[in-house]
Nanobody, 120 residues
Framework: QVSLVESGGGLVQAGGSLRLSCAAS????????MGWYRQAPGKQRELVAD???????TYADSVKGRFTISRDTAKNTVYLQMSSLKPEDTAVYYC??????????????WGQGTLVTVSS
């Protein structure tokens, strides 16, 4: 079993910055992909950014140039630096990891979510 623990959410004014962190722990042989999704009220969950083990990153068009994802592989931790925040970035942000346990197939794990609220 793998646990993803997120931190760093909160309330910020438009134009401000926040940094989210997500640490994975448990039965882990390797983490192939780590990333962040978000879900705003009344909307579907959407990919914000992810990073694969080789370092390649993917960003949603809406956050390109404002958000930066990074990863500490040794610590099984992923970060999301969010800058120039807009009210439309308000959502619950979920950490995601594609985890391979020892001697088992990979599977997807989710964090509990952290709320980011951007006031105008």
């Amino acid at each position: 079993q793998v646990s993803l623990v997120e931190s760093g959410g909160g309330l910020v004014q438009a134009g401000g910055s926040l940094r989210l962190s997500c640490a994975a722990s448990g039965s882990i042989f390797r983490i192939n992909v780590m990333g962040w999704y978000r879900q705003a009220p009344g909307k579907q969950r959407e990919l914000v950014a992810d990073i694969i083990s080789g370092g390649t990153t993917t960003y949603a068009d809406s956050v390109k140039g404002r958000f930066t994802i990074s990863r500490d592989t040794a610590k099984n931790t992923v970060y999301l630096q969010m800058s120039s925040l807009k009210p439309e970035d308000t959502a619950v942000y979920y950490c995601y990891a594609d985890v391979r346990p020892p001697y088992r197939a990979s599977y997807g794990a989710w964090g509990q979510g952290t709320l980011v609220t951007v006031s105008s």
